[in-house]
């Protein structure tokens, strides 16, 4: 058997088929016969298979939440900030419109404005932002129970148990995104790769509301041009670490 590692869980794929039935049919009669048939006709398959690794983030989560709940704002440029008066204000999010205007995260309110005068600034509301997440999760939950958070917007998903009752990666993926704009109002960028860094990639790749695979046989194509910060903890001191050694992009760090 493979050994797989998710975080620091370590199980076999075979075990993760086992799982997932037990959870989803009680073992009796005609539903125990169905579950002993699939994993002896496709349990080699699920334990020979490659992993299965969704990266899922929530595009412009704090916005994206504001715009479903005020639906006169869709069109307009939103950043979600902190209290001014408590000195927290700063830009948690903003939408896709105030963005090319210039409205980054972690910039301070005021130099929002000046980028974008009729920027529309709302509080935040953890409690909906929570609440939304929650639900988000619930999705997920129906296609795996390996889910991993990261923040209330973005998840990691292995579905390698998954695959052969859902579907390929690809379809899955996209249901899952479809899921989440009908059921959410929001969109979401996934990521699907064979590991958890690639996935996150895959995520950052495209957005909003885009599907990205890069495994094996696009790997290079997709991700040694990227520069070498589009890597998942690559912070700013590690980039001019890099730049230092003559390193600027993914390929030339591979």
Known sequence: KIAV?????????????????????PLVTEKQKFYN???????????DMARSIFHIDMNCFYAAVEMQRH???RNQPVAVCGSQEDRHGIVLTANYIAKPLGVKTGM??????????NLVVL????????????????????????IEPFGLDENWLDVTG???LFGSPMAMAKEISDRIK????????????????????GSDYKKPDAITRIEADNYQEIAYP?????????????????????????????
């Open 182 to 201: 009908f059921e959410l109002g929001i969109p979401a960028s996934i990521g699907a790769a064979d590991n958890k860094i690639t996935a996150k990639l």
């Open 226 to 254: 990227l520069p070498v910060r589009d890597l998942l903890y690559v912070g700013p001191a590690t980039e001019q670490k890099l730049y230092s050694l003559g390193i600027n992009t993914i390929g030339q760090l591979a």
């Open 37 to 47: 048939t699939v994993v002896r006709e496709h349990g080699k398959e699920m334990i």
């Open 5 to 25: 590692i998710t975080g620091t869980r370590c199980c076999t794929v075979q075990n993760d088929v086992v799982r997932f039935f037990r959870k989803s049919f």
């Open 162 to 164: 998954s695959v052969g």
């Open 123 to 146: 509080p935040p509301d953890m409690r909906e932002y929570i609440r939304i997440s929650r639900l988000a999760r619930e999705i997920y939950e129906d296609y795996t129970d390996q």
């Open 71 to 73: 639906p006169e704002l």
């Open 108 to 117: 301070a309110v005021w130099q929002a404005r000046q980028c974008c005068p």
